[in-house]
Nanobody, 119 residues
Framework: QVQLVESGGGLVQPGGSLRLSCAAS????????MGWYRQAPGKERELVAS?????????EYANSVKGRFTISRDNAKNTVYLQMNSLKPEDTAVYYC???????????WGQGTQVTVSS
């Protein structure tokens, strides 16, 4: 059973930074793609950043976070990160890690971690 465990959320002032972590239960090479999504109250879940393992050097970002957020990974730790800089109140949401398993094409989600940007 695939498990994704997020951590690193919290309360931060506007302009501040946070780094989210997503630890996978197995090798991240077993996934064809991984990414971060977020869902704000009353809004639909949206893609924040993602990469495919076949082209890990090319990450995709939502326009709203380009230049501020960076997705990266540590293969040895089976962990994917989301570095968030210059945070804005509109970045407030629950952030979810997502992974697509290569063999089955099944999608898996973490439990989410709350990010609140407020003064």
């Amino acid at each position: 059973q695939v498990q994704l465990v997020e951590s690193g959320g919290g309360l931060v002032q506007p302009g501040g930074s946070l780094r989210l972590s997503c630890a996978a239960s197995g090798s991240i090479f077993s996934f064809s793609a991984m990414g971060w999504y977020r869902q704000a109250p009353g809004k639909e879940r949206e893609l924040v950043a993602s990469f495919s393992n076949s082209r890990a050097e090319y990450a995709e970002y939502a326009n709203s976070v380009k230049g501020r957020f960076t997705i990266s990974r540590d293969n040895a730790k089976n962990t994917v990160y989301l570095q968030m800089n210059s945070l804005k109140p509109e970045d407030t949401a629950v952030y979810y890690c997502n992974a697509r398993q290569a063999v089955t094409s099944n999608y898996y989600w973490g439990q989410g971690t709350q990010v609140t940007v407020s003064s």
